[in-house]
C-alpha cells in the first residue's frame, strides 16, 4: 500500500504539527505506515531562493471504537526544521507500508 500528495499543508520556518490521515473505511488496519513530508513548488512569482528542511517523526495510531467498527487515524509531527533565513513552505504527505 502506497500513497502519494496526500494533502497540503504550509509550515513556516520553526513551526511543526501533526498531520492525520485516515485510510480506507472503518474496520481496515492498514498496518505499520511510514510517511515523509514533502515539499511543494512555490507557485509565486518571484519564486523564492533557499533551503527549507523538512523532519517527520513520531508516528501515532488513533483507534475510534465505535458500533460500526473501528476507525484507524495515522498522525505523524512535521517540523520545518528551524534556521535563520530557511524558507516557509507548502509541503504535502508521502508513503506506504506493507498491504
Known amino acids: 500500500m502506497a500513497f502519494n500528495n496526500a494533502g497540503r499543508w504550509w509550515l513556516k520556518n520553526g513551526e511543526s504539527m501533526f498531520i492525520g490521515i485516515s485510510f480506507g473505511s472503518p474496520g481496515i488496519n492498514m498496518g505499520p505506515i511510514f ?9 509565486t512569482i518571484p ?4 533551503i527549507t528542511q523538512l523532519e517527520t517523526s513520531r508516528q501515532q ?4 471504537y465505535a458500533n460500526g467498527g473501528t476507525a484507524w ?27
Do not use: I
Open 73 to 99: 487515524t495515522y498522525f505523524w509531527l512535521v517540523q520545518n526544521s528551524p534556521s535563520p533565513g530557511w524558507n516557509s513552505t507548502w509541503f504535502t504527505m508521502s508513503g506506504g507500508g506493507p498491504a
Open 47 to 50: 519564486t523564492p531562493s533557499g
Open 35 to 43: 510517511a515523509t513530508a514533502l515539499p511543494l513548488p512555490f507557485d
Open 61 to 64: 495510531v488513533r483507534f475510534l
